[in-house]
Nanobody, 119 residues
Framework: QVQLVESGGGLVQPGGSLRLSCVQS????????MGWYRQAAGKQREWVAG???????NYADSVKGRFTISRDNAKNTVFLQMNSLNSDDTAVYYC?????????????WGQGTQVTVSS
């Protein structure tokens, strides 16, 4: 059984930064591609960013230049550094793994962590 556990969400002021973490455990190849989705209230879940084991990345246009995804393969952990946050970034952020194609959800999901950008 695969588990994804996110952490790092919270309340931040516009222009601020947050760093999300997601630890993956269980019976899954460490080579799998991982990423992040988000879902704002009343909206559909949307792609944010993804990263392969080798470090190739992909970002949604809305976060390019502000968010950075990275991973620690030894710890089966993926990170999302979020800078220059604005109210449009307010959402529940979900870790996703076993991704085969960018912007197509993988098989496994975390429980989500709330990010709220507000003054």
């Amino acid at each position: 059984q695969v588990q994804l556990v996110e952490s790092g969400g919270g309340l931040v002021q516009p222009g601020g930064s947050l760093r999300l973490s997601c630890v993956q455990s269980g019976s899954i190849a460490s080579t799998n591609t991982m990423g992040w989705y988000r879902q704002a209230a009343g909206k559909q879940r949307e792609w944010v960013a993804g990263i392969t084991r080798g470090g190739t990345t992909n970002y949604a246009d809305s976060v390019k230049g502000r968010f950075t995804i990275s991973r620690d393969n030894a710890k089966n952990t993926v990170f999302l550094q979020m800078n220059s946050l604005n109210s449009d970034d307010t959402a529940v952020y979900y870790c996703n793994s076993d991704i085969r194609f960018w912007n197509v959800p993988g098989r496994y999901w975390g429980q989500g962590t709330q990010v709220t950008v507000s003054s």
